[in-house]
Every structure is written in C-alpha cells, then in structure tokens.
C-alpha cells in the first residue's frame, strides 16, 4: 500500500511540474506577441467595372390565379427571349424571386376580407458582360414585357478581381511599413523584421442604380454609365523592434 501512495505522489509532482512549464511556455509567447511595432496598411486601386447585373422582371394581376400566372408566363417568356436575343448567356440569368400573392380588401357589409384578385411577380438577375449594350438590352426588354415590366436596379462588379487584389494588396503593405519606418524613427529605435501579418477584408463595394424612373422618362436607348470603382484592402503587421 505505502509503494502505491509513493507512485500516486510522484506521478502528482510530474504532472504539476509539466503544467508549470506550459503555463510559462504560454506566458512568454503572450508575451512576445505585444512586443514591438503594430501598424496597419491601407491599399486602394481605382478599377472599371466589366460587369453589369441587372435586376428586372414582371408583376400581373388578374381575378384569377390562372390568369395572372399565365399573364406574368408569357410576358416572362418575352423578356428572356430578348435578353437572349440580345447576347445576354442562359447561365447568366438566374431567378431570384417568385412569389404568388393573394390581394384582398375589407368587406364593410360582410365585416371580413374578400379577395379581389391575385398578383404574380417572377424577378430575375441578368449578368451582361458587354456593359456597352446595357442601356440597349434595357430597351429590348421592356419592350418585350411591355407594362408588365418590372426593371429594379442595375449594379455594377469586375469579373476577374484577383490582379487588383494583388495591387491592394501591395500598396496595403507598402504602406503598413512606411509607416512603421516613421514610428520607429520618432521612437529612436530600429525596425525590425515583421513577426505577425494579418489581412483584414477586401472592400468592393458594387455601385447600384436605381433605373425604373430612368427607363421612363429617359429616351431610348436608356443611358448606362459604369463609371469607377474602388477596391481597398486593410493588412495589420507587427514588426520586431531591434536593441
């Protein structure tokens, strides 16, 4: 009995010694990593977008579910056929939204509601990779759907951002250590080698414009301008400080 208390505490002491250890392991590397020089880099690139999506589609209404639904079918048909006709690729055309919705009023006789008719609204995204002809599709497809259609917003994106990541990217770091040079400089110390290098999140935003007023008042072809668009990165980099 008194050999198996003897193992129990030596086996005590190893494992609090190894715990010890570790906490100080933990300790020094907390440690190390509030040391030195943290900055943050900012990287900007001015690109021109490539891409235009463009949100459209087409509402009916009717006193019956049938024939609003077969109303919205073939006015949607229509706008497809020009968009297609018109260069816009089947696998760049996607449904976002469809929906069949009851519409009632309030009977004051019959103190309840009473449906009046039904309204169908089938809502589709266009990917146009050749902007030019945007104002041009936008024309082709109302006059397809006629006063059925529905023309929401058209955004505006790159295709292939990656390269301009890349120049972000490098302006980002460029300037992280521009400034760690100065801060240096003003503390009298010597820069080191960076020891942690975090990127945060690319901003693109995707310019979006209302374009239903537009197309009313505006003679055709509808004027698309894409304009420019900023793509920024933020990096934060800790650099050692040399003694």
């Not at 040391?35 to 459209?56: F, K, M, Q």
Request: some cysteine; proline content about 3%.
């Amino acid at each position: 009995m008194k050999k198996h208390w003897l193992l129990a505490i030596s086996l005590a002491l190893v494992l609090t010694t190894v715990g010890l250890y570790g906490c100080r392991q933990a300790v020094s590397t907390t440690s190390s990593q509030q040391e030195g020089i943290w900055v943050t880099g900012e990287g900007e690139v001015s690109v021109t977008p490539d891409i235009a999506n463009l949100r459209l589609g087409i509402e009916a209404q009717a006193e019956t579910v049938n024939e609003a639904l077969t109303q919205a079918t073939e006015a949607m048909n229509k706008v497809m056929d020009a968009l297609t006709d018109n260069g816009v690729a089947e696998k760049d055309i996607q449904t976002q939204y469809f929906n069949i919705h009851k519409i009632t009023r309030w009977d004051r006789d019959k103190e309840e509601e009473v449906v009046i008719g039904y309204r169908v609204t089938n809502i589709v995204t266009a990917k146009i990779r050749d902007i030019d002809k945007a104002g041009s599709i936008i024309d082709a497809v109302v006059k397809a759907g006629g006063d059925l259609t529905r023309v929401d917003s058209i955004s505006f994106s790159v295709d292939d951002p990656t390269a301009y990541y890349e120049e972000a990217r490098a302006k980002a770091i460029a300037d992280a250590k521009s400034k760690a040079e100065q801060l240096a400089e003003l503390a009298g110390v010597t820069l080191g080698k960076p020891t942690y290098i975090s990127e945060g999140g690319i901003q693109m935003p995707t310019p979006r414009v209302m374009v239903e007023e537009m197309v009313q008042k505006a003679a055709a072809p509808t004027p698309i301008t894409p304009g420019e668009m900023e793509i920024s990165l933020a990096v934060q980099i800790v650099y050692a400080i040399l003694k």
